[in-house]
């Protein structure tokens, strides 16, 4: 590509690809298989063009929760650095780890591993007693606990807000942890552990004088940290983010 560098850092699921069940009906083209078997997420046309046309002028890197396992599920192209778990794993463009990223993430979680597991026992032990069909789950990364997810198994509505208020009761005053939720998964993590802090990173290995243009895509809260680094941020109209954005300023959908 000729030109100056443009790099867009974009956000997966809810951003350029979802489930069939947040589609709906329409002409969708699967792109990301799913754990078990057959396909999990798909693009509908809007979807499609808008990383068409940024793949077509910009370096667009991968930023999303997604662990290597699930991102390589994801049948699609890139060419360029992938952040990977939340921002904990940085992929060079061959797909192996960058070493610095990965040494430096590795501290951190050997250092957070016993309270992020503490944590997430005082969550689950809450959980038995008031929503025991909640799971509770731990991801590790190199034998060290990334992030605790606690989902719905039937992903049913306001089924995580309770345990939300209860982690954010827990871990009030302490900017060591983030919180954050969409509407299937409710996440903890060290604070120190980011999208944000990986795009910093990132941007610095591709861009470092900083004369990029920068556009970071995301569509939930916990995307916003990374989007605002950039010089524009983009957001799907029906997203967490405008949803956030509406009640400030109410939009009227027909
Ligand atoms: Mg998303």
């Known amino acids: 590509m000729s030109g100056p ?5 974009v956000d997966l699921d809810d ?9 709906g009906p329409g002409d969708h083209t699967p792109v990301a298989l799913s754990a078990t078997d057959g396909w999990q997420g798909y693009q509908n046309a809007a979807q ?12 667009v890197i991968p930023t999303t929760g997604r662990s290597r396992t699930a991102f390589d599920r994801v049948q699609l192209t890139w060419w360029s650095w992938a952040i990977l778990d939340h921002g904990a794993t940085i992929l060079r463009p061959g797909g192996e780890l960058d070493p610095t990223w990965t040494a430096q993430v590795e501290k ?8 992020l597991r503490g944590l997430t026992e005082r969550l689950a032990t ?19 606990a990334i992030y605790a997810v606690v989902k719905h198994p039937g992903r049913q509505p306001g089924a995580l807000r309770a345990a939300a208020a209860y982690l954010q009761a827990l871990t009030e005053g302490h900017a060591d942890w ?5 509407d299937s998964t409710l996440t903890l993590m060290p604070a120190a552990v980011s999208k944000a802090a990986a795009v910093t990173y990132v941007r610095e290995q591709l ?3 900083g004369q990029a243009l920068t556009v970071g895509v995301g569509d939930t809260l916990s995307d916003l940290p990374f989007m605002a680094l ?6 799907p109209g029906r997203s967490q983010v405008m949803t956030a954005a509406a009640t400030l300023h109410p939009v009227n959908h027909p």
């Open 126 to 144: 809450h959980l038995r007693g008031t929503q025991p069909e909640l799971s509770v789950r731990i991801h590790d990364l190199g034998g060290h």
């Open 5 to 9: 560098l443009t790099l867009a850092f």
């Open 108 to 115: 951190i979680l050997s250092r957070s591993d016993a309270a």
């Open 230 to 235: 950039c010089d524009y941020a983009l957001t």
């Open 15 to 23: 951003t350029v690809l979802s489930s069939l069940r947040k589609l």
């Open 178 to 182: 983030s919180v954050f939720a969409n």
């Open 48 to 59: 499609r063009r808008l990383l068409r046309h940024l793949l077509a002028h910009a370096d």
């Open 207 to 209: 861009d470092p004088h």
